[in-house]
Every structure is written in structure tokens, then in C-alpha cells.
């Protein structure tokens, strides 16, 4: 897709209309956090979560520029590390996102790859960061055995989280397409 919307400069540069987009965008992620929070799902006793909260991740890399997405997300871990997590589940909300987005941005951003490409390879690399994280804040380097089995979980829920994204970029785009 190269039409306006999605320029390197991301939609509505510099004025109300982009403060107002990226300020919606940043409630959507905080309350899909927050529901994500409710609902906790587990697999052997292991934490797993979809990350619907990263739909906004990819769509705010989509349609807006680098820094501006990279401060909602900052918000959005910080916020809801503030209110709902442990100090060690921040840090590896932290670490998980600020490996994942690099690699996303680069993928999305300079390399061109799909959405759906882009967002399975960001599910992958942040619980790789995240298990990583976890093997040294509690200094077991046998944590890191569950990388392959977080590895296919990054690629289903980056799958999932994908293809949502994608949807709503389409509809984005046609939305804004249709305003001029």
C-alpha cells in the first residue's frame, strides 16, 4: 500500500488531528491491557498471553511515525506497570517490547515485510527478550529450555495479532481515503 496514510511520517503530522489520533490509539492499548489482564491464560503453569494490546503496536508503526509510536507504547507498559504488574513482569513487558519494536520497525518500516510477516517475527523476538530477561532476573540460565516452545507461541499469537492488524489498517486507510 503507498498511499498517503502510510508515509514515512505517519497520518495527520504535526497538528490536533495526529495528537488526537495517537491519544485514542494509546486509551485502545490501555484498555485492551487491561482486559488482557482479566482473563489470564496458562499453559503448564506457564504465563501465556495473546498480546491483543499489540495490535496497536502495529497499527501505530503502520499509520504514524516511529517516535510517536514507540511513546505510546512507553505509556502503555508504564501505565499499566504502574497499576496492575510486579516490578518484575514491567521488566519484562519492557524487555519484550523494546527488542520486538527494534526489530519491527526495521521490518515494517525499511525492509517493507508485511504486516502479518512483521508482527509474527515481533511476537517471536519478544518472548525470546522476555525469557532472556527472566533467565537473569532470576539467575537460571535453565529457563532459557522454554525458548522453543515460546518461540511457536510468539509465532501463533504474532499470527493472530497479524492478521487483526492488517484488517484494521485496510480499514483505516479506506476511512481516511474516503474523508478527502
Known sequence: MSNKIFENNGLFKGNTRSLL?????????????????????????????????????????KTLNIKVSFIINVLRIGIIGILFASIIRFILSLSGFLLSFAVMVIMLKYLNFSIITTSIFGGVTHNIAQIISLSFLLNNIKILILIPFYMIIGIIAGAVIGVLSDMICKKITLLYLNKE
Open 21 to 61: 489520533y495517537a491519544t485514542i490509539l494509546l486509551s485502545i492499548s490501555l484498555i485492551l491491557s487491561y482486559i488482557e489482564n482479566l482473563l489470564p491464560f496458562s499453559i503448564g503453569g506457564y504465563g501465556i498471553r495473546v498480546g491483543i494490546a499489540n495490535i496497536v503496536t502495529i497499527v501505530a508503526l
